[in-house]
């Protein structure tokens, strides 16, 4: 008998790992849609909102450069001593995982702007080795990047004269699916977590809209 | 009872062939473990490995084998501009460490010293403690 239900619990996590479904952030209300002439009762997610920012090449970035794909946001500065460059060695990982699929991009947003420049992104991106395109660096007002991040991602990043470096961040990887859902949020310092979060890409890559 | 404790321990000092000097460095290196993993690893990486072309690898690093009396200095007050390692220009900020003491700076790097060069480069205790002093005379 002991056995059976063993065996039955076994089946049980195999079956629901099969088709593993990641959770959805954030508040969600029930609205009222009219669908030819019926009225539908359908639940609504929190989504990313919309920004405008400009990336190392000096270019606007919107939350078009993401529709429809599903991506990484991050926070960081190029100066930081403590996090920043675990962080961006696993951000690494993830972009050579990704590289050349169209499918992802990874956002990392400076919240120092005042001292990281365009030319500054720009340089830091190449030197990471990335081309710019599906890894881009983003920057734009100090209050809109904390507002963004606090709202749109549930991160913090804010000054504090007593951290080194003068800010406090966390080191999360904000998983956000092809509708602006976030669908996941992974400790970027450590390798464990970001492994998670290169198999739920693919998860979320197989995902029917 | 203490002095049965204390021949205790000097008779497993004599099994293990520990002499004190030995003992004394082994302290030391494992304390230099430590402080690295405080005010290194993050950027350079727990294996010496570095990031991408940002900051510089420890692990087989020319620049620390050529420049090993460097090494206490440039704890103690960072680094800046162009910087060449195995090769390739590295041009980033590293920040001084104001507040580690003498001891603790040597400590590292003794440890650094024997864990990422090709050989282990192991240099007196003096010209270490020299090397410190001099880096703070010229001051920065």
Redesign the interface.
């Known amino acids: 008998m002991k056995n059976t239900i063993l065996v039955f619990a076994c089946l049980l996590v195999w079956a629901c790992n099969q088709n593993k479904t990641l959770p959805i952030y954030g508040e969600r209300s029930l609205q009222t849609f009219e669908k030819e002439g019926k009225s539908i009762i359908d639940t609504v997610y929190a989504t990313v909102p919309p920004f405008v920012l400009l990336n190392q090449n000096g270019d606007t970035v919107t939350e078009a450069l993401v529709k429809g794909k599903i991506y990484v946001a991050d926070f960081f500065f190029t100066t930081c001593p403590t996090i920043c460059p675990i962080m961006k060695k696993e951000m690494l990982r993830v972009y050579q995982k990704i590289k050349g699929d169209e499918n992802f991009v990874l956002l990392s947003h400076t919240i120092d702007p005042d001292y990281d420049s365009i030319p500054l992104l720009k340089d830091y991106c190449n030197r990471l080795g990335s081309d710019g395109k599906q890894w881009q660096f983003l920057t734009g007002q100090r209050e809109v990047i904390y507002e963004l991040a606090e709202k749109g991602y549930y991160a913090t990043a804010m000054p504090d004269s007593t951290e080194p470096g003068g800010y406090v961040h966390s080191g999360g990887f904000i998983l956000v699916d092809k509708q602006s859902r976030v669908r996941g949020i992974y400790n970027g310092t450590d390798a464990k977590e970001v492994d998670q979060l290169m198999e739920d890409l693919f998860i979320l890559k197989a995902e029917k809209e | 009872m203490r002095i049965l404790s204390l021949l205790a321990l000097a008779f497993m000092c004599v099994f293990a062939a520990c002499s004190d000097s030995e003992l004394v460095s082994m302290k030391q290196l494992s304390s230099g473990a430590k402080l690295y993993e405080q005010h290194c690893s993050?950027?350079h990486?727990a294996d010496g490995s570095g990031?991408?072309?940002?900051?510089p690898p420890l692990q087989q690093a020319d620049y620390l084998t050529n420049n090993a009396l460097l090494l206490p200095c440039l704890i103690r007050n960072g680094a800046a501009g162009a910087m060449e390692v195995n090769g390739k220009i590295y041009n980033?900020?590293m920040?001084g460490n104001a507040k580690l003491s003498d001891a603790e700076i040597l400590d590292i790097c003794r440890f650094v010293l024997q864990k990422f060069p090709e050989k282990p480069i192991s240099l007196e205790d003096e010209s270490l403690t020299l090397a410190l002093q001099k880096c703070d005379s010229v001051g920065n």
């Open positions: 993050n950027c990486q990031l991408a072309l940002l900051i980033q900020k920040p």
